[in-house]
């Protein structure tokens, strides 16, 4: 099998949230063993409770005291409604090729730039001396909180002094990155309203008003380049007389993406405190937080302020549930930090709202003078790739794997903006080529003798 083709392959794997990572993970592994390689797997869960694993790849038996950690996410997004995959005939796991570019879900983050490390690794493996021995690590739950890249750091599995994490970067080096957090609003319905609408739903003839709303789907990083289509049913919900009830309201994909569609139901029916207002007051509250958020700027990011993106919102049995993420830039203090997510909560709380922060990574910035990012820059210039290091709105296991010690980059193959999170997502076959060279320059500037 080329390398082309298990591109293809190892898309066609479902790694989206709520599904086992635990075939693709074995097929990997027998790739390692083909090319002489040893390969450990480390099982896990996800809080959906799909069975999934960690593969842990060293050119030799054992774990030294110091490692080279060169790391991808091995899992997905959900890709959203099939029909928007038009490229790929309608189906994200199908992958296919146009003018030199691959596309599928997975393609530019991260999966086919574990199989370009893969690939490097296998390149070097035939040396057996190692001043800092390389690992290749694939992790699940990146798109849920980093939970297997937390379990590798709990089980002390790894010794990284520097660490190359994948992202899509356009072949350029990341050496800081914003925080993250993953936020929950829960707005109850009230008494009469849940009467109502348990009422209305058992009747034989019923009417409702339904609107739907499109935007245009984006990374949570960079909110700024798509359009909200839970914004938009915000909006038209503002200019609403108070007396409707909400039957149904759904909008997005996942928390973590700009949502391309919401839908609406409602009718028009007089209660006492329904939950029209409480949604209004969220509103007001995520609009105050925003002002607050534009004030404080990041030149060295674009956008280069914080952000705040509702990415979902769901009607369940007694409530309406919004997620969304924040986005942090390194010079938001942890103080600042925690005073806004203080201030939703109370706020929150006073129109009877929950509202609370379900996950939390810091930002990272490594520092100008590491030796690590200096021998990048001279690899990437040595390619005739661009020699200047860049930082990066979105968050990834650097947050984790720099409070353990370890200098951390980022790199990859394909571009972020108006890519990732999109149903177009697509990589340059000669992007993904060059990566292997660059990995194999970096072990062995790194990690041989």
């Known amino acids: 099998m080329d390398f082309v083709e298990k591109c293809r392959t190892i898309i066609g794997f479902d790694t989206t949230p709520g599904q086992s990572n635990k075939p693709l993970i074995e097929w990997l592994q027998g790739l390692?063993?083909?090319?002489?390689?040893?390969a450990e797997i480390q099982p896990g869960l996800t809080s959906s409770g799909s069975e999934q694993a960690n593969i842990i790849i060293r050119p030799q038996a054992g774990r030294p005291d110091s490692e080279f950690l060169l790391q991808s996410h091995l899992d997905t997004v959900d890709p959203g409604p099939f029909q928007m995959w038009k490229q790929n005939e309608f189906n994200p796991f199908d992958a296919t090729i146009e003018d030199g570019k691959i596309y599928g879900l997975g393609a530019a983050e991260t999966k086919l730039d574990f199989l370009c490390k893969l690939e490097a690794l296998s390149r070097v493996s035939h040396h057996k001396e190692w001043k800092l021995p390389p690992?290749?690590?694939?992790?699940?739950g990146e798109e849920s909180g980093m939970t297997g890249a937390m379990k590798l750091i709990r089980k002390n599995v790894l010794t990284p002094r520097i660490a190359l994490i994948a992202e899509p970067t356009d072949m350029k080096l990341v050496y800081a990155a914003k925080g993250f957090a993953s936020v929950e609003i829960r707005v109850p319905f009230s008494d009469d309203e849940m009467e109502y609408r348990l009422e209305h739903n058992l009747r034989e003839s019923t009417t409702t008003q339904s609107k739907l709303f499109f935007g245009k789907s984006a990374h949570s990083s960079v909110p700024h380049l798509g359009e909200s289509a839970i914004l938009k049913m915000f909006d038209?919900?503002?200019?609403?007389?108070?007396?409707?009830?909400i039957m149904e309201i759904d909008g997005g994909t996942n928390f973590n993406t700009v949502p391309a569609n919401a839908m609406i139901e409602m009718d028009i029916q007089s209660v006492r405190n329904p939950i029209s207002l409480k949604l209004k007051k969220v509103l007001s509250l995520i609009q105050k937080i925003e002002s607050q958020f534009r004030a404080i700027h990041d030149p060295e990011f674009t956008p280069s302020h914080p952000t705040l993106n509702i990415g979902m919102i769901r009607t369940l049995e007694d409530h309406v549930l919004l997620s969304g993420s924040c986005r942090i830039p390194p010079v938001v203090t942890q103080q600042t930090y925690m005073n806004w997510m203080e201030f939703l909560k109370s706020e929150c709380e006073k129109v009877?709202?929950?509202?609370?922060?379900?996950?939390?990574?810091?930002?990272?910035?490594?520092?100008e003078n590491s030796f690590f990012l200096r021998g990048g820059l001279d690899v990437l210039r040595s390619f005739g790739l661009s020699d200047k290091a860049i930082t990066q709105p979105s968050t990834n296991e650097s947050s984790l794997f720099a409070r353990i010690g370890a200098d951390c980059l980022c790199f990859g193959p394909g571009s972020r903006e108006g890519n990732v999170h999109t149903p177009h997502e697509h990589v340059k076959i000669k992007d993904l080529e060059l990566a292997v060279e660059v990995y194999v320059s970096m072990i062995e500037r790194f990690s041989l003798v």
């Open 32 to 38: 390692a063993q083909q090319s002489g390689l040893f």
């Open 135 to 140: 690992v290749l690590v694939g992790t699940y």
């Open 236 to 245: 038209y919900l503002e200019k609403m007389p108070d007396s409707v009830v």
């Open 352 to 367: 009877g709202v929950d509202f609370r922060v379900s996950d939390y990574k810091r930002p990272f910035r490594t520092a």
